[in-house]
């Protein structure tokens, strides 16, 4: 199987680390080696993304962490505090968003534009009196497309410097240089970069207050209660040391897979690429006019190539990408989309690869 799902999950790196099997929160020996393994990891996932150990909260992966920066941010004062979000943010962010309205938090969703990108002073613009909250995702999941999300976190900290700014990097992390940078809050998880499932992070500026909306014993300083994942932890900052080391080698080879991929596929009938604004180097995102994507991926799988044709977070669903809507496609144009994500397995060949079943099917 030829496996061009990357954005979906990536194939977990080879690790050489083993970790303590202990509950870090007791106090004997068994446990104290348990808390050793998470407190290092944590050291070590903080350097990487240019934070301080205690600014990282562990959480089971990157939902947990965008339901944790949204509710906890608009929740943490007396009263529901409004949120500020995009039309084309990944489901964890959008439906904790509404449930935040539900429970009376103000909310606003900018618009896009046809190119798939927020325009950042759209954003400090929809800020107000009530806002607590604005989340602005670095890179979409479905079309890859880069947003201006330090252009929006800068725009607005100069309309109102004590609203807090969140980004979801969960899908730049592998190829972009993602720093917690002008952010108060950002969402990583670890299987989008050769982690294992369960398992990521938010990184939570120092100073900046959460309601938690996990209780119990109190971990993670009081922000994440929970029995610690002590090997997903100590795997997570292995993934992300592993990832940001090998960063060049990845963007040079799946640049050429992508490019290769493109070049034969482009002149195909009725291909049409989503590529008029920066996107990530492993995203390739294309429409086929009048053809199914659900039929399209039956075949593909036949062939042995595996692909989708958006977030993989839909269980299922065979609803029009709310994304794609957002850029002002039909529902005709968005069912006859497909994703094709490369990844560290990935290989120049494989783009040549895609291309030739790619064909065969359409043919």
Not at 242 to 252: I, L, P, W
Request: net charge negative.
């Amino acid at each position: 199987m030829l496996y061009l799902d990357h954005a979906a999950t990536t194939p977990p790196r080879p690790f050489v680390r083993t970790a303590p099997f202990g509950n870090p929160s007791g106090m004997h020996a068994v446990a104290r080696a348990a808390k050793h393994a998470v407190e290092a990891a944590r050291e070590q996932a903080a350097a990487l993304i240019d934070a301080e150990p205690l600014e990282v909260v562990f959480t089971s992966g990157g939902t947990e962490s965008d339901n944790l920066a949204i509710l906890g941010s608009a929740m943490a004062g007396d009263q529901p505090g409004g949120v500020v979000t995009t039309a084309i943010e990944h489901e964890a962010v959008l439906e904790a968003s509404r449930f935040a309205h539900r429970l009376g938090a103000p909310l606003t969703v900018v618009p896009v534009g046809r190119d798939g990108r927020v325009d950042p002073e759209r954003v400090a613009a929809a800020v107000d009196d009530d806002t607590s909250i604005v989340s602005v995702m670095w890179a979409n999941n479905e079309t890859g497309i880069v947003q201006r999300a330090e252009e929006v976190a800068a725009a607005v900290k100069a309309r109102r410097p004590d609203v807090l700014v969140h980004t979801d990097a969960a899908q730049a992390f592998v190829s972009e240089d993602v720093t917690s940078g002008p952010f108060d809050l950002l969402t990583l998880s670890g299987h989008k970069f050769g982690g294992p499932q369960g398992v990521g992070l938010l990184y939570v500026r120092d100073g900046v207050r959460l309601q938690p909306h996990l209780h119990g014993g109190g971990q993670e300083l009081g922000r994440r209660s929970g029995t610690h994942n002590v090997a997903g932890i100590v795997a997570l900052a292995e993934a992300m040391e592993v990832a940001v080391a090998d960063r060049e080698r990845f963007r040079a080879d799946v640049a050429e897979a992508r490019r290769r991929f493109e070049t034969a596929v482009r002149s195909l009938p009725g291909v049409k690429f989503t590529d008029g604004a920066p996107r990530l180097v492993q995203h390739s995102h294309l429409r086929i006019e009048g053809a199914s994507s659900q039929v399209l991926l039956i075949r593909l799988d036949e062939a042995g190539l595996a692909a989708s044709s958006g977030s993989a977070c839909q269980s299922g669903a065979v609803d029009v990408s709310h994304v794609l809507r957002a850029m002002g496609w039909t529902d005709e144009q968005a069912r006859s989309a497909l994703r094709f994500t490369f990844g560290w397995t990935s290989r120049p060949e494989d783009g040549d690869n895609a291309a030739a079943i790619l064909s065969e099917v359409l043919s």
